[in-house]
Each structure stands twice: as structure tokens, then as C-alpha cells.
């Protein structure tokens, strides 16, 4: 009973103290466990392997035993160097004339985050089950030296959140199985750039808030299971203040994307697994965010995203070589919600990515499990013409990115 009562109380808040010192990369992170790692993710709404199945598809908990815990943490090293072609200086330092800007590349931008999750599921009864999840669904930390050449549009941007989701599972049969799972949400944010060629302006803001998701999992066939999820949107109105050359209370109305996942998990043989994904997150919902002077009612900072949804999709086989050992592998593709290099940000030079992907399973007894996993991101070398707003300047060039992931995960029932 004590060990239980440790894994209840201790666990969750060294999580909620690391998700404080941890900054995100990416900005939606599909890196809710380490567990799924070397598949790539696919069949995450359907696989149901641990407790982890709460923050892809809740109803998975039905198909786990009375109790289990999964506790895990994923490290993500992003790379972004710039090569300028043709950035110039604000045209507000200029007299209306395109100057070109004097500055560095500005380094790599990309730096090592570490995302931790914590997962507890129960049955209450043999068909009831309840479930908490502790993750990072969103992050993004981008930091380029001071002097670079874009550095009037951003020198640093970070976005790092706090995801709380107690959940529900009802098998309704031994085929139909429904879950759901309140969300709360905490976001913070940080944006610093230079405001002046001696000056530069920091925002800091934050703000909670809450949402749900559902899913649901069929067993369509005895080595078959097909699950369905859906989280919905979340809206922010960040409150925090201008310091540096702008002194003022600020607001910004952000509203973060909802996802819609189609996974599929297939017993091929004794030995080997099939998994698939399909995945839509509708980044539409980021269009032009506005920041507002609170002191003066005046529009101080205007982000233009116009980012478009995009879809995810994903390929995974693990195969079982022993009762104690499973290797895994996985590929997958995912959109770019930036649609051009005029709307490509330098707090974000993202562009569609492919991810390979390997990882093992060991099982030291029947109730525990450690499964370790690593992943190279690859994205093509973007284009960046970021020309919407000349009064701070036109950053030209590209973008040489890739990401590198490693993950570990233990999962124990008790």
C-alpha cells in the first residue's frame, strides 16, 4: 500500500516540477509517451500498450489491467541554421528605403528539451475505468543570437505548456469500448526581438484553459482494432507585459488547434504487429494574432500565421523476438502548416518532415515493461521571404533543419 500510495502522490508532482524546467520544441508534440517513439506513432488511438493510452485515445484503458502506471520522457535536440540571401533593415530605420541589414546567421536556434509524461489507470469496476494523464502536448523554443539578421522580427520565442487530463472509459462490449477526458490547459509564452538598433522589447504572457477529448475502440476482428479520437480546441487570452523599450500590460487572444486521429492496430502472426495512422489538426485556427497594448487599446505586435491544416500519417511493425524482448520500427510523414516562405516565421522556419524511427521493448516480468526509442526528423532545407511587415524588416534566405529524438519509458501494473 505504500508503494501505491508513492506512485499516486510523488510521481505526478516531480512531473508537474520538471514540466516547469523543460522548455518544448515542435509546436503540436506528438511525443505524449516514449513508448509509441519507435513506431513512429502509428496506431497511437489503437495500440493501448500502457496507461499512455489515455492522451491518444482514453477508451484504450479498457484493454489494460486493473491498474497500471506509465511514467516517461523524451529528449528532442531541433537544429535551425540560417544562410541569409537578401534580409534588409526596417524600413522604419531607413526612411522608406530598402537597406540591406548587417548582422550574423544568428547560430543554431534549436537547443535540447526534454518532455516528461506521467499516465495512472484503474478500474473501478470490470468494465468502468478512470485515468489521469501529465504531459506537453505544445511546445516551441527558438533562440538565435542577438545580432542576427532577422533579429527585428524575433531573437527569442517560446511557447511551453502544463496539460492535466483526468479520463473515463466505458466498455460498452467486448468489440465497442468509450472513453473521454476533460483537459486542463497552461500556456506560456515568451517573444523577444529588437524593437530599436539599442533596444530591444520582451513580451511575457500566460493564461489556463480547458478542454475534452473522446475516443472510441473497436475490435473488429479477434487480431484487429481499429480507434477513433478527437481533442477539441483550446482558447487562451494571454495576459502578461511589455518590458525593455515598450513598458506596458499587454493581452493576446490564441487559440490552439483541435485533432482528429484514425489509427489501426493489427496482430499479423504470433510475432509480428502492423500498426497505421492517420491524423488531421486544423492549425487554420491560427491566423493573424494580434497583441494588444492594454494601456493604450492599440494593436503593439501582429504575428501573421495563416497556417493551414494539416495531415499526419504514419507506418509502424514491431516484431516480438522473445517473451521479453520486441524491436519496433516506424516512418512517418507530417505536414507543415506553414504555407509559403512569405508566411514561414523565424520563431517557427517549419516545413514538411519525414521521421524514421527504431525502438526496443524489454520486459524484465509479465507486469513490467521498459521500452527505449529513437527517432531522426528530416525536413527539407525551407525558404524563408518573410516580406509582410518591411517597418521590421524582410528576412530572405533558408533554413537547414532536422531534429533528433530519444525516448524511454516504464510502464508497470500493480
Avoid at 528605403?97 to 478500474?123: C, I
Avoid at 505544445?138 to 511551453?160: H, V
Avoid at 481499429?226 to 511589455?242: N, V
Avoid at 487599446?297 to 511493425?317: E, S, Y
Amino acid at each position: 500500500m505504500k508503494q501505491k500510495r508513492l506512485i499516486f502522490s510523488v510521481v505526478p508532482a516531480l512531473v508537474v516540477l520538471f514540466v516547469g524546467l523543460a522548455w518544448s520544441s515542435g509546436f503540436q508534440l506528438p511525443e505524449q509517451n516514449a513508448s509509441g517513439l519507435g513506431n513512429a506513432y502509428a496506431g497511437a488511438a489503437a495500440v493501448a500498450e500502457n496507461a499512455s493510452t489515455i492522451f491518444f485515445n482514453p477508451a484504450g484503458m479498457t484493454q489494460l489491467q486493473a491498474r497500471e502506471f506509465s511514467l516517461g520522457v523524451s529528449a528532442v535536440r531541433p537544429s535551425f541554421k540560417f544562410s541569409n540571401n537578401g534580409s534588409t533593415t526596417p524600413t522604419a530605420f531607413t526612411g522608406g528605403a530598402t537597406v540591406p541589414v548587417t548582422g550574423t546567421d544568428g547560430g543554431d536556434a534549436g537547443g535540447w528539451n526534454f518532455l516528461p509524461n506521467f499516465y495512472l489507470s484503474a478500474a473501478l469496476t470490470r468494465d468502468i475505468y478512470m485515468g489521469l494523464g501529465v504531459s506537453v502536448p505544445f511546445g516551441l523554443a527558438t533562440e538565435y543570437d542577438s545580432g542576427w539578421y532577422g533579429r527585428y522580427q524575433a531573437i527569442k520565442f517560446s511557447i511551453k505548456t502544463l496539460n492535466v487530463n483526468p479520463s473515463l472509459a466505458y466498455r460498452i462490449s467486448d468489440k465497442v469500448s468509450l472513453g473521454f477526458g476533460l483537459n486542463w490547459q497552461r500556456l506560456e509564452a515568451e517573444y523577444v526581438r529588437k524593437a530599436t538598433p539599442a533596444a530591444q522589447v520582451k513580451l511575457e504572457a500566460n493564461d489556463d484553459a480547458w478542454g475534452w477529448n473522446v475516443g472510441v475502440l473497436f475490435q473488429v476482428a479477434p487480431a484487429t482494432r481499429l480507434g477513433i479520437s478527437y481533442r477539441a480546441p483550446l482558447s487562451y487570452t494571454l495576459e502578461g507585459d511589455f518590458s525593455g523599450a515598450l513598458n506596458a500590460p499587454a493581452k493576446a487572444d490564441i487559440k490552439l488547434p483541435d485533432t482528429f486521429i484514425l489509427s489501426v492496430h493489427h496482430g499479423l502472426s504470433a510475432r509480428w504487429e502492423l500498426l497505421g495512422d492517420l491524423s488531421l489538426t486544423r492549425w487554420s485556427s491560427l491566423d493573424t494574432i494580434d497583441i494588444i497594448n492594454k494601456t493604450t487599446g492599440t494593436v503593439a505586435q501582429q504575428l501573421i500565421a495563416q497556417w493551414q491544416d494539416t495531415w499526419r500519417a504514419a507506418l509502424g511493425a514491431s516484431y516480438k523476438v522473445s517473451e521479453v524482448w520486441k524491436l519496433k520500427l516506424g516512418i512517418a510523414y507530417d505536414q507543415s502548416p506553414v504555407p509559403d516562405a512569405e508566411r514561414r516565421l523565424v520563431s517557427l522556419p517549419d516545413d514538411n518532415r519525414v521521421l524514421f524511427s527504431a525502438g526496443t521493448q524489454w520486459k524484465p516480468s509479465k507486469t513490467s515493461a521498459l521500452d527505449i526509442g529513437l527517432a531522426y526528423v528530416y525536413m527539407k532545407g525551407p525558404d524563408i521571404d518573410n516580406n509582410q511587415n518591411p517597418t521590421r524588416g524582410i528576412v530572405k534566405g533558408n533554413f537547414n533543419n532536422s531534429a533528433l529524438i530519444a525516448g524511454a519509458q516504464y510502464s508497470m501494473s500493480f
